[in-house]
Nanobody, 114 residues
Framework: VQLQASGGGLVQAGGSLRLSCAAS????????MSWYRQAPGKQRELVAR???????KYADSVKGRFTVSRNNAESAMYLQMNSLKPEDTAIYYC?????????WGQGTQVTVSS
């Protein structure tokens, strides 16, 4: 499974971006999918997760601003990011877990200017 993250860019504080994660194979309803991010000098952290049952989990720092969704028919996952803040600046990675095997995308840079 290969994952391709896209949609990052430079945006002013308060702006919005929509990230996409495309899988090279059909995503299964049983796949667990999530978004992580890593800022310079910091550890990679979970941003949002959507599991096989559609249950969603968000980091406290993005609750109410970010929305994760998936479309298995399109083999894709999305992250709608609104009210962006400079502290959201990071490389964003998508992750897929299938039958306990973990796959990562290559990341897309998000930069929020103040």
């Amino acid at each position: 499974v290969q994952l391709q993250a896209s949609g990052g860019g430079l945006v002013q504080a308060g702006g919005s971006l929509r990230l996409s994660c495309a899988a090279s194979v059909n995503t299964l309803s049983s796949d667990d999918m999530s978004w992580y991010r890593q800022a310079p000098g910091k550890q990679r952290e979970l941003v949002a997760r959507i599991d096989s049952g559609g249950w969603k989990k968000y980091a406290d720092s993005v609750k109410g601003r970010f929305t994760v969704s998936r479309n298995n028919a399109e083999s894709a996952m999305y992250l709608q990011m609104n009210s962006l803040k400079p502290e959201d600046t990071a490389i964003y990675y998508c992750k897929l877990v299938r039958y306990s095997r973990v796959y990562w995308g290559q990341g897309t840079q998000v930069t929020v200017s103040s």
